[in-house]
């Protein structure tokens, strides 16, 4: 997920690609433990709070390393529509719930 982020010096409009992080931080904060399967179009990232991270599987290792098994992978979801859909059904399928 993205979220809106309006400029303080005008109306522009950017997004944040690691809003979804947040959220992972404000779920581990509050002790909200739901599986979670990470969708992303992003493929690098960089917040000042997180730092920079490159590729699907250091997003990957970094989440597991933060929020611990709660999160249950990551899915990179391209054009190729067959791909990221493999991907997800093979997460849904091994997770331990």
Not at 46 to 68: K, Q, W
């Amino acid at each position: 997920m993205s979220f809106e982020i309006h400029g303080a010096a005008s109306e522009e409009l950017t997004f944040n690609g690691l809003a979804g992080l947040h959220v992972l931080q404000f779920m581990w904060r509050s002790k909200i433990e739901i599986p979670t399967i990470i969708c992303t179009s992003h493929e690098n990232y960089s917040d000042p709070r997180f730092g920079t991270i490159n590729g699907l599987d250091e997003l990957t290792a970094y989440v597991h390393r933060v929020f611990g098994p709660t999160v249950l992978g990551c899915v990179l979801m391209t054009a190729d529509e067959q791909a990221w859909n493999n991907d997800l059904t093979r997460l849904l399928e091994d997770a331990p719930i």
